[in-house]
């Protein structure tokens, strides 16, 4: 019965002392993975906040270049206009999922202009978000390219295009319908941009109905899909320069050529400056109309305070 009862002793033990071992090797395990992400973890929020971008921007084109590339090159059977629309507003939602918790998921050199020119953006950020915006559409078209490259050959024959019957350069940048003048089409990328940003600083502004915590992205989708809708016959909407000429850019280097600068009457430049003036036009509308006339609060003037504060803390930390 002793010898046992030693043995059982024993055994209990030796239990022990193998899960001492086993906690031991698993507090190194997760000391050694928490050390490595924090060697890879980024410590300056302005870096943070243009790799976000960055990412942000990616994920965009890749999921509305990719919704475009399924209805093209199923000659229009996978839901057509409204399948493209739908899937570019939800491309939007989750691509702010990502990254609007670091640096508010702008994925737009328009929004980030605007929000520079009525001081919700300090200027020397636009730079870097601007660079990771166009840097990340640049990578997503690639990635589309890459993922479609057999179905894109199949399409075409090997040989892309940007006009004609089996064009396809439409996929990754926007291009004007046949009947649209230079100037109607400024006009458009203007308007769609200048609604947009009205509606975002609308959803934005807690003293209006702001958008619940953890909802904004999917508002802004809801807003992306209703402009689709509405104003996506004339060139498609873009209302992003980032989202259009970053594959622009790149199509031309993967074989289209240059033929996507000079189409449509060298239509590329107008989703690049329409946007830019549409966002700063929709953003002091929506401040002259609305949030001028809020009623001011005492911790107002606080809150303010507090921004200029943490902006400088930023740039102190860029150094």
Known sequence: MGAQNLQ??????????????????SALDMKEKSSCLERI?????????????????????????CSIATSVLNHEASGGILGTTIGCSLGVTMAIYASGGVS???????????????????????????SAQFLGAITGSAAVFGVYYDALMNYT????????????????????????????ALV???????????????????????????????????????LGLALGTNSGAAMNPARDLGPRIFTALAGWGTEVFTAGNSFWWIPVF??????VIGSYIYILIIEAHHKKEPNDLHQSLDIDQLDKHELANMA
């Open 8 to 25: 059982k002793g024993m055994s209990e033990a030796d239990a022990t002392k193998g899960d001492r071992r086993s906690s031991k090797y």
């Open 41 to 65: 973890a980024l410590r300056n929020s302005l870096a943070k906040e243009t790799l976000s971008e960055f990412f942000g921007t990616c994920l965009l084109v890749t999921f509305t270049c």
């Open 188 to 226: 458009d990328q203007i308007m769609a941009t200048a609604l947009l940003l009205i509606l975002i600083f609308a959803m934005f502004d807690k003293k209006n109905m702001p958008v619940p915590s953890g909802l904004e992205p999917i508002a802004v989708g809801l807003l992306i899909l209703t």
């Open 274 to 279: 329409g946007p830019m003036c549409g966002a």
């Open 104 to 130: 508010g998921g702008h994925i737009n050199p328009a929004v980030s202009f605007a929000m520079c020119m009525t001081g919700k953006l300090a200027w020397v950020k636009l730079p870097f978000y601007v």
């Open 157 to 184: 024959g090997g040989v892309f295009t940007v006009t004609g019957p089996n064009a396809t350069a439409h996929i990754f940048a926007t291009y004007p319908s046949p009947y649209l003048s230079t100037l109607n």
